[in-house]
């Protein structure tokens, strides 16, 4: 079916009403990821000083704090992905990440943040045993990191997975292992060098200092990962938002273009037919 001066205006007017919700969705995500990046940035230096307090404790430590599980044969994964569509292969790529390192004879116990990463870990044949909401701000994600840290308090080793930024990539899937804390763990972070020539000293209960620091490591690591899996994804939705405005612009100079010329055609159809009835009417009447 051809063309109408009529149809190509309602499309034009679909295109620019598309153009401006695209917009509105890009200086969303650009706000957002701007927000999480800040969030990030300003958790690296508390997480740093938190791990400056484990060194001092795990140097005058023997051994660490005994973990009380009940389950210490079983793995766990918690997968970081997004509720939300248009942010390209976010949670493909992930899955496809973590499937590749969780690629051993035991069954892992995973949970999901998010709704599409869960589909997407479902689709794959793996039981998902929770899933959590994406949150929708900084604030929220320390409700989220409470609720998985008392899920997986029971588990021996734990492994993260999420997208972090990059400067050449606008993300990449990463893994962390969480858990064990074990002896390994204990001696790479008793090692690392005092940054200053003064060694400080643990004033009180030790152990319970070191409890305490554990405590704040694992709710540090749980809460980065989140905020840069959340940041990826806003990045991810920026450059979706990006490629949408430009095919949206190169789409509405088409139609533009069409219009203009169906325009043009049709008045020249009705200057011929005017100019067509006068020299009719001048012969007429000579």
Same mark, same amino acid.
């Given at each position: 079916m051809s063309d109408t001066i009529a149809s190509l205006a309602r499309k034009i007017g679909g295109a620019q009403d598309l153009q401006s919700v695209v917009s509105s969705? =890009?200086?969303l995500a650009a706000s957002?990821?701007?927000?999480?990046?800040?969030?990030?940035?300003a958790l690296a230096d508390y997480f740093h000083?938190?791990? &400056?307090? &484990? /060194?001092v404790c795990l140097r005058d430590s023997?051994? &660490?704090? =005994?973990?009380k599980t009940t389950d210490s044969d079983r793995i766990g994964a918690v997968v970081f992905g997004s509720d939300q569509g248009l942010v390209g292969q976010f949670n493909e790529e992930l899955v496809?990440?973590? &499937?590749?390192t969780l690629s051993r004879p035991a069954s892992p116990r995973i949970w999901a943040v998010g709704e599409r990463v869960h589909a997407r870990l479902t689709d794959e044949g793996l039981a998902v045993l929770g899933l959590f909401s994406v949150p929708n701000s900084v604030k929220a994600i320390t409700s989220l990191v409470g609720r998985i840290l008392r899920e997986v308090h029971e588990l021996r080793e734990l492994y993260l997975f999420y997208n972090r930024s990059r400067s050449d990539v606008i993300y990449t899937p990463f893994s962390q292992r969480l858990l064990p804390l074990d002896e390994t763990w204990r /001696? =790479?972070?008793?090692d690392r060098a005092w940054?200053?020539?003064?060694?400080?000293?643990v004033i009180g209960?030790?152990?319970?200092?070191? /409890?305490?620091?554990i405590r704040e490591y694992l709710f540090v690591s749980l809460f980065r990962a989140c905020a840069e899996s959340l940041a990826s994804e806003n990045a991810g939705r920026l450059a979706a938002m990006q490629r949408a405005e430009k095919n949206i612009k190169e789409l509405l100079e088409d139609l533009e273009g069409r219009f203009h010329r169906l325009r043009q055609s049709s008045i020249d159809e009705e200057l011929f037919d005017v100019i067509s009835g006068f020299e009719a009417l001048s012969k007429y009447s000579s």
């Open positions: 969705m =890009k200086a957002s990821m701007g927000e999480y990046e800040q969030s990030v940035s000083t938190v791990e &400056l307090g &484990l /060194r023997a051994s &660490l704090p =005994k973990n496809d990440f973590a &499937l590749q /001696r =790479k972070m008793a940054p200053t020539n003064q060694l400080p000293e209960g030790g152990t319970e200092t070191l /409890r305490a620091l």
